[in-house]
């Protein structure tokens, strides 16, 4: 009876590894897209709990630490090729850009509702239809314009925001932070044709770590036990979910990986629902329903 259970879990294995090679391509970054957003969901949850007693720099200098740790057999089989980085000026930018994108994205989520926050995160899908263009020379067709707007329709009915003057502001930060991570994903979109997906998260992880490291110390609060899991949680999901995501562009357009980050409140409705017994009304149900056929959209588009 093991004998037989071996040989079909192998079978199963062998046609799931002969499904995964026959995939077609934007298939399989999409499919990686939704993971990544999924774990990044996940990892928000926590970094809402940490900011109300540690900074956001201490918590993001975490991040980057445990990353670097993750990386050090990666770092030391990759030396020479890591002395060699290729279009220095997009990583550069990409770097800041990504440096924003998550700074200010930890300040929102402190501040706003996790589905608020979450929520303004999603026009960095629109910077990315406006970018594109202009850098990737990627059409966008009015179908693509279609599945965008229907998104962030969808998006807006399941949030139902509403902003007062004294949070104003944070909605303008999380609208920086979202061009941040816009101009972060067109610069990977350019650089991961000739560079590897190692060296993008290695440089990441480092600069932005000794970017971090100064503002971290002045404002440092020694963490519990407790919070040193969260924070080593933070840094290892955030990992995995990074490499993820950036391998997920090897896949497919920009603007269509950008799109599929609008899952990420459907993901959120989900965390609610079963962590904190939060049910949606009526308009946001129906929102979910636009958001799930703008993802789908630009499958059925590509298929046919």
């Known amino acids: ?3 037989a259970y071996k040989l079909a879990a192998y079978k199963n294995i062998k046609h799931l590894k002969l499904f995964t090679k026959t995939m077609p391509g934007y298939f399989k970054g999409v499919m990686l897209a939704l993971i990544s957003c999924g774990l990044f969901v996940y990892v928000s949850t926590i970094v809402r709990t940490l900011s109300t007693s540690i900074s956001e720099f201490e ?14 057999p990666t770092i030391f089989r990759n030396v020479n090729t890591l002395r060699k980085p290729k279009h ?8 800041i850009g990504a440096f924003f994108a998550l700074y200010l994205s930890f300040i929102t989520l402190r501040e706003l509702p996790l589905a608020s926050a979450i929520a303004i995160s999603f026009t ?26 229907i998104g962030f329709i969808g998006v807006m009915l399941i949030i139902q925001p509403s902003f007062n003057g004294s949070k104003s502001i944070y909605f303008a930060l999380g609208l920086f932070g979202a061009l941040g991570a816009a ?3 067109i610069c990977i979109k350019k650089i991961i044709k000739v560079e590897s997906s190692t060296n993008l998260l290695v440089y990441q992880a480092v600069f932005i770590a000794i970017i ?21 949680t933070v840094g290892v ?10 391998t997920a562009f090897k896949y497919g357009d920009a603007n269509v990986i950008a799109n599929v980050q609008y899952s990420n409140i459907l993901y959120s409705l989900l965390f609610g629902y079963f962590l904190f017994q939060e ?10 329903v636009l958001l799930i056929f703008s993802v789908c959209f630009s499958l059925l588009r590509k298929t046919n």
């Open 237 to 246: 999901i955030s990992s995995l979910a990074q490499w993820i995501g950036v």
């Open 279 to 288: 049910i949606p009304n009526f308009t946001a149900l129906a929102g979910c």
């Open 88 to 95: 220095v000026q997009l990583h550069i930018i990409r770097i």
């Open 183 to 185: 101009t972060t994903s």
């Open 1 to 3: 009876m093991s004998n």
């Open 212 to 232: 971090t490291i100064i503002p971290a110390v002045k404002n440092w609060v020694t963490p519990t036990f407790e919070q040193t899991t969260l924070l080593v």
């Open 59 to 72: 918590i993001l200098l975490f991040r980057q630490l445990v990353f670097i740790m993750l990386l050090l």
């Open 124 to 149: 960095s899908v629109l910077f990315v239809a406006l970018l594109s263009p202009l850098f990737l020379s990627e059409k966008i067709t009015v179908n693509r314009w279609a599945t965008v707007i």
